[in-house]
């Protein structure tokens, strides 16, 4: 099972890796210095603290690091037991016929991989990202992880898609038996509202390597 801890020695090691220390890192990413300080991977109440994606993704982009490259500093020799491989999928194959089952799960094999932190849904697969209806929160390129089986809030970002074959990332505004409304990420484009029979499946973004 992944802990904070490994996330945090994971960092720590990165930083490592380039002569840096974590305050270092965290200044090169564009963050707050003190991001990566040990005061704060400890809630005031005394909690472990995850870090957030989005500070992993800027440390990344600054160093050039791969996200299976960090995974590997998560897991070191056990990096098995830490991390698995899950299926990349086009974001224009999400749309086609037969890539997913009515349950969103993906179907059949042969898709390429990506090395990803052990998540506990053993349907998790990555979205490639192509063209720019959803910037500026996910770019052309970006890899989002989805899971199906994660349970969603109003709130959540999540992809769609829709009985006629459309697929979307969009952010879940408000979901009852009947409607589901979904805000647009990217602000130039119209939010989306939808019958609930339109609805194929739903599923939370829950990670995005970018």
Do not use: C
């Not at 009852?176 to 739903?202: G, T």
Request: glycine residues 10%.
């Amino acid at each position: 099972m992944l802990k904070h801890t490994d996330i945090w020695h994971a960092i720590d090691r990165l930083a490592a890796r380039y002569s840096l220390s974590a305050s270092g890192l965290a200044r090169r990413a564009g963050l707050d210095p003190t991001t990566f300080n040990k005061s704060k991977r400890i809630t005031r109440e005394g909690k472990q603290r995850w870090p957030s994606t989005e500070s992993i993704a800027k440390i990344l982009e600054a160093t050039g690091a791969s996200l299976a490259e960090f995974v590997g500093e998560i897991g070191g020799q056990n990096q098995g037991a830490l991390a698995r491989r899950i299926p990349v999928i086009g974001y224009a194959q999400a749309g086609s016929q037969g890539y997913f089952d009515d349950t969103g799960y993906p179907a059949g094999a042969g898709w390429d991989e990506v090395l990803f932190p052990q998540v506990s849904d053993p349907h998790a697969y990555a979205l490639e990202i192509s063209g720019d209806s959803m910037e500026p929160v996910y770019r052309d390129g970006d890899t989002i992880v989805v899971s199906p089986g994660a349970h969603i809030r109003r709130g959540d970002r999540v992809v769609v898609k829709t009985t006629g074959g459309e697929v979307m990332a969009k952010e879940l505004a408000r979901q009852s038996a009947r409607k589901i409304e979904l805000v647009s990420l990217n602000r130039a484009h119209p939010d989306r509202a939808f019958d609930a029979e339109e609805i194929a499946w739903i599923a939370r973004i829950v990670w995005v390597s970018q």
